[in-house]
C-alpha cells in the first residue's frame, strides 16, 4: 500500500487546531507529523484509506479501504486498553477521515516520545551497555506482557518499532500489526505478516498462526537483544542482502552463534536468557514474560552499573 502524500501545509488545512506542524516521517504505511495541539506534542498519523489510484477493481477498493479503518481501529483501541508506560500511548486527535483531493485518509494521533529509535540508537552506539541491554529486555518484557494481559500479540517487535526515551526507558511502538488470538484475523488467510529479520518461527509459517501467542514475541526480542549485545543479527549477515526466503530459512533451521564470538565477557545468566528467547519452538523460551523479567533483574544486579 501507498504512503498519503502530504505536506506539513496539508495538516493545517485538514486539522486546523495543529500547531507548529513539522516535517513528516514515512514508515510503513504511515506518514507521521510532529506537531502541537494545545501547546501540547504529539505525533500525528496519517494513511490511506483507499487504493482507487491503484487498483481499478471498486469492489476490492471498498473491501481495502473497510479493511484498514478496521485495522486502525484496533490499533487504536489497542493502545488505549493498554496501561504500561513501555507502550505508546494516545494524543488528542481522535481515530478521523478525511478526504483530500484524490485521497481518502484515515488519521489518528500518538504521544510524541522524545528520544531516539533504538534502530538508529545501536547503529550510533553498535553495541548497547550490559545494564542498557537488560533494561531494553526488561521493559519490553513488560510491554509485552501488557498486550498478553488482553489476548494479544504484537508480531512486528523490532529496533525500529522501539523508541528509547531521553531518560533511558524503553517504549514500544506500532500495534498496527497486534493480533487478537480471541478474534478472527482481519489479515487474508495464508498471508504472513510482520518484518522477516525479526519473526519468530510459527510466523513464518501462516498456517500456525493460532498456534501463537506472547512467546512469538519474546522470540522477536531475544533477536533485538541479540543485536543489542553483539551488533549482529543472531542468524544471518544483512550485508549480504540475502533474500527473503533465505532469511526465513534461517530463522527457521540456523542456530545463532554464541555471542561471546562477537562480545567476550557476557554473563552467563545474560547468554543463557537471550539464547533461551532465540528457542526454535515456543515451550523452549519461558513460561511467561514474568520468568524474562526476573531473569534479566538477576542479571542486572549482578552486573550493577556496567
Known sequence: ?????????????????????????????????????????IAL????????????????????????LA?????????????????IKLGS???????YGPQELIYFSEEYVEGQ?????????????LHEVCRLGIEVTMAIAEL????KIHRDIKPGNIMRRSN???????MGLAFDVMVESLTMTGLITGTAMYMSPEQTESHKKRQMDFRSDLFSLGIVLYEALTGRHPFFDPRRRPSHMDILEAILVADPEDP?????????????????????????????????????????????GR
Not at 2 to 9: A, F, G, M, R, T
Not at 93 to 99: E, S
Request: glycine share 6%; net charge positive; aromatic share 6%.
Open 93 to 99: 486527535i481522535p481515530i478521523g477521515y478525511a478526504r
Open 260 to 304: 561471546e564470538i562477537h562480545r567476550p565477557g557476557i554473563p552467563p545468566r545474560l547468554k543463557e536468557t537471550v539464547m533461551r528467547l532465540l528457542g526454535k519452538e515456543p515451550h523452549l523460551r519461558f513460561r511467561d514474560c514474568h520468568q524474562v523479567i526476573r531473569a534479566l533483574e538477576g542479571v542486572r544486579e549482578q552486573i550493577g
Open 148 to 151: 498478553w494481559r488482553f489476548a
Open 117 to 129: 529509535n533504538l534502530k538508529e540508537y545501536i547503529r550510533e552506539r553498535k553495541v548497547l551497555s
Open 1 to 41: 500500500m501507498q504512503v498519503p502524500e502530504l505536506s506539513k501545509e496539508d495538516v493545517a488545512l485538514i486539522i486546523p487546531q495543529t500547531q507548529e506542524v513539522e516535517e513528516p516521517i514515512k514508515g510503513g504505511q504511515k506518514i507521521v507529523f510532529p506537531c502541537k495541539v494545545n501547546n501540547h506534542r
Open 168 to 174: 533511558g526507558q524503553f517504549v514500544l511502538l506500532d
Open 71 to 87: 485495522r486502525t481501529r484496533r490499533e487504536v483501541d489497542i493502545i488505549a486498553s493498554c496501561r504500561s508506560p513501555h507502550v
Open 45 to 68: 498519523k496519517f494513511l490511506l484509506a483507499a487504493v482507487g489510484t491503484i487498483y481499478e477493481d471498486i469492489t476490492f477498493e471498498v473491501d481495502v479501504s473497510q479493511e484498514v
